[in-house]
């Protein structure tokens, strides 16, 4: 039930995000439609409810606990970033609005972008870490919350190799092309 509800949860963030972005747009109504986008938490809370509901009745922690907590540590940590990216690409797209700001690609700037994708994703798996250690608080000393621990070491990793990239963009910064480099001026 809670794999079935994590899909659900997937497909709804999905819907609620389409469905926002149409109501801001295509109808002109963007005070529904932020609106509409902010129900998108209610989807993690639910998740939350029935999954801490599972545990107390008495559901040996498992693989589908886990992935609760890592799905919703990411839309905690990614889902803003999202729904933004998302946003910026529809008013371009269908509203006039103008281009996407893409990523820088050179230099510290490229750097320092990478720090703040390594943040949100740090903030995500933070976020896991912190319910994984709380399911498994909840359950106890008498649960086996071997595959709980096993997600937080996975969040972990995670942790580690986006901060390896971002330090490398830092240390070992992308230069520009020599033949871009002098294009502009």
């Known amino acids: 039930m809670i794999v079935t509800l994590i899909v659900l949860c997937e497909v709804g963030f999905w819907v609620l995000l389409a469905a926002g972005l149409a109501l ?10 932020a609106a509409v986008l902010l129900c998108e938490p209610l989807l993690e809370v639910v998740l939350l409810v029935v999954t801490a509901v599972d545990l107390k009745n008495g559901a040996e922690p498992g693989l589908r ?29 269908f509203a006039g609005g103008p281009p996407p700001v893409k990523p820088p690609r ?22 896991a870490i912190a319910l994984l250690q709380a399911a498994a608080w909840y359950v106890g000393g008498d649960g086996d919350t071997g595959s709980l621990h096993m997600w937080q070491q996975k969040m972990l990793w995670v942790i580690g190799i986006n901060l390896l990239v971002a330090g490398g963009y830092t240390l070992f910064p992308k230069q520009e092309p020599k033949d871009r480099a002098g294009a502009g001026r």
């Open 24 to 33: 801001r747009y295509v109808a002109r109504k963007p005070r529904l439609g």
């Open 65 to 93: 606990h886990g992935l609760a907590a890592v799905y919703i540590g990411f839309t905690v940590g990614l889902g803003r970033s999202t729904v933004t990216w998302v946003d910026a690409r529809v008013a371009h797209r």
């Open 106 to 127: 050179y230099g510290m700037a490229r750097a320092a972008h990478e720090w703040r994708v390594a943040a949100r994703w740090t903030v995500a798996a933070v976020t």
